[in-house]
Structures are given as structure tokens and as C-alpha cells.
């Protein structure tokens, strides 16, 4: 027989921004409870940020084997044992997941349900033996791997990012399908860790970030080794011989092929709304997710809707994000406001690109009369003693000096664009960055110096200088 539950809040889901919902509401005494069809931690901790991270680690720590001679150590080509990365990879994961376990969430007051879960009507939902009657649902069922409709790939074992960490065995020569993030930074890392490697992008690599600051980064994977090939659409898959794969491309009309022993899907993502009920309970949705209002809120007053699932920004600090704005919304009846403009992104490939706020084509088309600041690495003493000296920080102001977004190529750059996300959602100017001090030396005295160059046209002003002149006759 269903036992019958009537939390407070249900949560489908325990990805990033579920189990964010299920512990802050427990910490409030809230009764919760989460449900969760597969691994706890969902898509980030299992198949996508944790473990693409290590692996980038891993093929950093090859790289710079490479190169030591810069620093005047010898260098060597460095023997990658693949089995024993993929064992890196997961034990990464196998530290983190203890945080998201049944048995952590179960510590914290959480009913947790190991099934899946599906709306019956607008108030109930049903998991395994349970049947839960909640005052609000949130649903953070996030995204999976979107696989186009290429001929022939059914008849390949391709990979994408769910199946991409068990290879015990280093890909000979990895075809990937889409130059974006996920694409790119696969790409690179695995060329780093002795595969060949090649990228086929239907339009441009990296098309969604700013093309000046996207250029440097393409350079350097290119430079790496990675066959980049930009505006090559994939007509057909097959495969090659015993365990090899066939890829048929096509560029201005001209049909060629690549061949490989891998091939990795990268071509974006999904939102997971099958299978959950979603027109039983009366909740509007589409092929790109679930339609919320700014508040996060569904077409069914008592159900919320967060992260990937929501058709938004893919990230696993968005879903962290929406998950305290709904957890406000719910519990202190004030509503939450998504603000997209505060939200920074960043692609961990060497070097990294990170960007918040508008970009400068952005800008320009809402503000027209703008002023683009940019300083580069080269001249950052940190930088220089890294000898990471390729990048720069550029960011977009109005013609006051408000900082409307910035953009970030270089080294660090994921951790350095946090100051501008601040800067941005405080409406701060370039001109207040003076007034921060950044320990010596390092490299967030960029973005200081970038700042800190909107002032420099006063500096040739006659009248400031005339100013400055009349005030020394005082002493």
C-alpha cells in the first residue's frame, strides 16, 4: 500500500540545485522531502564539473612536465598511465560524495526517496511506494547530453560526458562533435594526455563568448595540437575497420572525412522533462525546459522549477542560485528576482575564459556610446613569474565609467571574474576599483590596473594639468 507524505516542500531531483533547496529548508526545520531517480549529486558531481576537472588537472600537471625547461628543471614527456587517471578522476568524485549522500540528507532531516518521481495531478506526486502531497514542489531535474540526429551515429559507440570518465584506456584519436566548453575542454585535455585529437564545429568554436578573447584561447588549444575545423558540418558516422569510427564532414560544399577511434558527443544539452508528468499537473514546457517566471515559479502556483530544467543558463552555480531564491520565496514569502546579468561563466580550458554582464557587441547595441578597458598579462609581475603571461581582462563600461560586464583569457581567470560579478551587481564604476588593494603580486591586480585605466585620459586634460599647477603655488 502508498504511504502518503505531506512535507512541507518536495524536491525532484538532487542535483546541485535540489540538494541546495533540501538542506537550507532542513536547516529551518522544514519538513522535506527529495527524490532521486539516479546518483546523488546528479549531473556535476558524477558526469560533468567534478570529474572534467580532475581530468583537466591531470593533463595540467602532464603539460607542465613538458615545459619545466622554462623554469630551468629539465623537462621530460611524461608516461600517462590512462587506467590510473580514470582512478584520479573517480576518487575525486568518491571524496566529494559523502556531502551529497542519502545518509548525509537523511542526518539533516531529509526524507530522501530513491525512485522516480512523477506528477498524478497539480498537488501529487508519486515515487516508488510513496504518494507526496507537499504545500510547494521544486523541480531540479536538470539536463543530460543533447545528441543530434547525425546519420549513422546509433550504429557507433559514441560518448558523451555520462559515459566519457569510465574509459579506462587512452582514446587513440578522439573526434569531438562541438567546439563549446564541454567540447573544447575535453579536447584539449585529452590531447595534453597523448591522444590525437580533432574538433568538428558546425559554426564558429567557443561562438557564445567574445570572439577577441575566444581567438587567444583557440591559439593555444590549436597550438597544443587539437585539429580545430570551424564551420564543418557532420553528415554521417560510420564505423572503420574493428573499432575505429568514419566521420563524413562537409565544408563549403566539399565532403571529406576524418577518422578516428572515439568519438564524443559535445553538442549541448537537454533539459529532463520526460517522463515527470509535467501536463498532468498543468506546468508549461517545451523541448528547451520548463517556462518559469522571473521568480522561478511554474504555470502551477505551487511548483517551482530550477536549474538546467528551467530552460535558462546550464551551470551548476545557477541551479545554486535559484535554489536560494526559491527557498526565499517558499519560506519567507518574498518573492526572488533572477538577475541573469550577475552571472558568471567560465570555461576551464588553458587558458581560461571566464565572462559576466554584457559582452562588448552586447553593450554597444543597448548602450551605443561605450568605453572598453582592457590590460594585459604580459605586464602583470605574477603573471610574468608564472609565466602565464598570455590574456588579458577587458571590460565594457558606459560612458560614466559603470562597469556593464568584463571578460576575462588568462590564467585564474574563473576565480578573478568573481570581483566584477560583485562589481556588477553593486552597480560599481571603474573608478572604484582603486579603491580595493590586491596583495603584491598577484594577478587580480589586473583587473585593478584595467580599472584603474579608465582614469588615465584625465591625466592629459589641460585643465587638470593647469589645476594641478595653480594648486602647488600653495606649498
Not at 557507433?156 to 566548453?181: A, C, K, M, S, W
Amino acid at each position: 500500500m502508498s504511504e502518503v507524505l505531506k512535507p512541507d516542500i518536495c524536491v525532484i531531483g538532487a542535483g546541485s540545485g535540489g540538494l541546495t533547496v533540501a538542506a537550507a529548508a532542513a536547516a529551518f526545520g522544514v519538513s522535506v522531502v527529495l527524490i532521486e531517480a539516479g546518483k546523488m549529486g546528479g549531473d556535476c558531481l558524477n558526469y560533468g564539473c567534478v570529474p572534467s576537472k580532475a581530468m583537466i588537472a591531470a593533463a595540467k600537471t602532464a603539460q607542465t612536465m613538458r615545459h619545466a625547461d622554462r623554469f630551468g628543471i629539465k623537462s621530460v614527456e611524461p608516461e600517462v598511465n590512462f587506467g590510473r587517471v580514470h582512478d584520479h578522476v573517480h576518487d575525486v568524485i568518491a571524496s566529494i560524495a559523502p556531502n551529497d549522500s542519502v545518509e548525509r540528507f537523511t542526518a539533516l532531516g531529509v526524507k530522501v526517496i530513491q525512485a522516480r518521481g512523477a506528477f498524478t495531478d497539480r498537488n501529487t506526486v508519486v515515487a516508488g511506494d510513496h504518494t507526496i502531497k507537499a504545500r510547494r514542489f521544486v523541480i531540479a531535474t536538470g539536463s543530460r547530453a543533447f545528441v543530434p540526429p547525425i546519420a549513422g551515429l546509433d550504429q557507433v559507440p559514441y560518448l558523451t560526458n555520462e559515459t566519457l570518465f569510465d574509459q579506462t584506456r587512452r582514446p587513440g584519436h578522439l573526434i569531438v562533435i562541438g567546439g563549446g566548453p564541454i567540447g573544447m575542454e575535453m579536447a584539449q585535455a585529452h590531447r595534453r594526455l597523448g591522444s590525437n585529437v580533432t574538433v568538428i564545429e558546425a559554426m564558429k568554436a567557443m561562438g557564445k563568448d567574445d570572439p577577441e578573447l575566444a581567438a587567444i584561447v583557440l591559439d593555444k588549444v590549436s597550438a597544443d595540437g587539437v585539429d580545430i575545423r570551424e564551420e564543418t558540418k557532420v553528415v554521417s558516422v560510420e564505423p572503420k575497420g574493428k573499432s575505429g569510427v568514419r566521420v563524413t564532414v562537409e565544408k563549403d560544399g566539399a565532403q571529406s572525412h576524418v577518422d578516428g577511434t572515439h568519438i564524443l558527443v559535445a553538442t549541448g544539452r537537454a533539459a529532463n522533462v520526460d517522463g515527470l508528468g509535467l501536463d498532468e499537473a498543468g506546468i508549461d514546457h517545451d523541448k528547451k525546459g520548463i517556462r518559469v517566471d522571473r521568480a522561478l515559479r511554474t504555470s502551477n502556483r505551487r511548483v517551482y522549477a530550477i536549474g538546467d530544467v528551467a530552460g535558462g543558463l546550464q551551470f551548476t552555480h545557477v541551479a545554486g542560485y535559484h535554489a536560494g531564491l526559491v527557498v526565499q520565496s517558499i519560506l519567507f514569502r518574498v518573492p526572488g528576482k533572477e538577475r541573469r546579468d550577475l552571472v558568471p561563466w567560465a570555461t576551464y580550458t588553458d587558458p581560461e575564459l571566464a565572462h559576466v554582464g554584457m559582452t562588448e557587441d552586447e553593450a554597444r547595441k543597448a548602450r551605443g556610446d561605450i568605453t572598453i578597458l582592457r590590460w594585459p598579462y604580459a605586464e602583470n609581475d605574477r603573471a610574468q613569474t608564472e609565466r602565464k603571461t598570455d590574456g588579458l581582462v577587458k571590460m565594457v563600461t558606459d560612458r560614466r565609467g559603470r562597469i556593464l560586464g568584463a571578460s576575462i583569457v588568462g590564467a585564474n581567470a574563473g576565480e578573478m571574474i568573481n570581483l566584477f560579478s560583485l562589481a556588477i551587481s553593486k552597480k560599481m564604476k571603474a573608478s572604484d576599483l582603486r579603491g580595493f588593494i590586491a596583495p603584491y603580486p598577484t594577478m587580480t591586480e589586473i583587473a585593478k590596473r584595467a580599472g584603474t585605466s579608465f582614469s588615465a585620459p584625465m591625466t592629459r586634460k589641460p585643465a587638470v594639468r593647469r589645476l594641478i599647477g595653480f594648486l602647488r603655488r600653495f606649498g
